[in-house]
C-alpha cells in the first residue's frame, strides 16, 4: 500500500513544486498557494498536473503510484521539457477549462454550493 498515493494530483503537492523551475515558476506557485484548495485556480493547476502527470492512467500497482503524487509530480514539472512561460499557458489553459466547466447550468449540487461558497 502507498500512502501517499491518491486517485488524482492532490493540491497538498502544489507547494512541494516551488523549486522545480525558474521564477515565473515560483510566481505562480506562490500565487495558487495562498489560495483554498476550491478556487478555480488551484481547480486548473490540478486539472494541469493530472493531464501532465497522466492521472487518469495511474494505478496502485504501478510505479508511479509506489513515488506517490507529490514526488510524480515534481518528476513530471521537473521533466518538463519546455520554458516556464509555456507551463504558464498550460495552466491558463487549463483553468479556463475549468470556469467553463463551473459556467455550464446543470451541475451536480456539491459543485453549486462550493462556488457559491467562495462569494
Known sequence: M?????????PRCISQLRDERGKEWVQLIDHLTSLPNEHE???GF???????????????DSYR????????????VGGFKGSDADMVRLF????????EYLAQDGLPM??????????
Open 2 to 10: 502507498y500512502p501517499d498515493s491518491e486517485i488524482l494530483f492532490p
Open 41 to 43: 485556480d488551484v481547480l
Open 46 to 60: 490540478s486539472l494541469l498536473m493530472i493531464k501532465l502527470s497522466s492521472c487518469l492512467t495511474c494505478d496502485l
Open 65 to 76: 503510484a509506489s513515488l506517490g503524487c507529490c514526488t510524480c509530480a515534481s518528476r513530471t
Open 92 to 99: 491558463e489553459d487549463a483553468r479556463e477549462e475549468v470556469r
Open 110 to 119: 456539491g459543485v453549486v454550493a462550493l462556488i457559491h461558497s467562495e462569494g
